[in-house]
């Protein structure tokens, strides 16, 4: 086995034991894929996790592989794919596709094939359909996926109005390496986007969700949600932002740019201006997960908080309950909030300034439970829960105070009340 002196050297040997197995049992085993893409273009030399296709059988695959690899799944082997982890590497190996859609019905459509030109055909875009064999590093480029990728084209190994009819979640695909490998789009493409958009309707939210995820994160995503805008795509999945006026939409995006590339502050970002029912059932469309739900929320309900106050409005005590109700989304929505408007110079010179004296440390009671029994001789029960309460309030509304000081207070409304 020669590899070296292959650009995919060190690729190659990362699936050194796996190769063996298969070249002694008669397989073929490629790398294919992002990996391939990205040795090409010089992005990365390495992948926490490597896509590999074969002639092999899922069946056969697994007997393969047996013994060489530290654990298994089985999850996508009705679509061909056995997933392996080999030391820290994650695998995937496909047996090749000769035909993979989805039907209207939603459900995917695979059968086998012994061709990789077969499988090549069936992926998503030329740059992506490239496969090195691991046992001599020889790359198989049967669609001119490295001259596309020199070229900076994004180009479909079908016509593009067949590829994304066979699967419509390659056009949220387009939408990502036109915007994250600085593609453009090639002849037809946008067109034949327009044209089949309607289908993004056959494709489930939790794939049009992750797709999503795989774009905000991008360092600039503008061109990619500019395209979802202009192919129709948006209106399936935020049709929210599609709904706005071109101007509006192109602040809007400019303003997702500049939030950073965490996907939660990107959508929150998208959807800041609609109405708290309408993000929460958008949300829940999308199928975010239980945290990622909490953030887009948090966030938008902190910049909901700060938007729209006068800058006279901060007081010592506004600042103190922001700062209480948005607990840990605060910085993320100052940001989110000075992008969209009015600049917040003065809200954060006042957060400074608090933060500085100490006054938003420790936003809760200056007493705790204990403490509030022995000085009101409370037995534990609604009564603690109460003057916790009022306890808490105070702290809001007048800031740090001795814990003696706090104590002298409570008693006294206590005994007035
Ligand atoms: P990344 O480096 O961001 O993971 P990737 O190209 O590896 O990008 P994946 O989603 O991991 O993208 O998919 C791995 C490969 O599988 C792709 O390179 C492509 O060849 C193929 N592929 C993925 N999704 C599709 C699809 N919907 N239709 C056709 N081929 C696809
Ligand atoms: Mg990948």
Redesign the pocket.
Known sequence: MTTTGSRFGAQCEAVGPLADRFAAGGQRLYL???IV??VLSGRVEDHPDF?LTTDASPDRIRSLIEGVVDAVWLQGEKFGTIGARLGERMFEITTHRAE?YLSDSRKPVVSFSTQLEDDLL???FTV??MAVDVVDGTLHDPLGGQADLEARVLRTPLTPEESFSD?P??ML?AARFLAGFDLAPAPGLVEAARTVSGRLRIVSAERIREELW?LLVLEDPGVGLTFLEETGQLPMFLPEVSELSALERAEVFGRVVAAGPVPEVRLAALLMDVSAPVLEERLRWLRLSGGQRAMVLGLAAAVGLIRGRSDEAWSDEAVRRLTAVAGEYLAGAVVLAGLAGPATGVLEKRLADLRADGDLDDLGPALGGVQVIELLGLEPGPDVGEAMAWLAELRLSEGRLEPDEAGRRLVDWWEGR
């Open positions: 294919v894929g992002g893409r990205d896509d993979a069936r992926r998503d992506n359909a699967d979640l390659r695909r795989r």
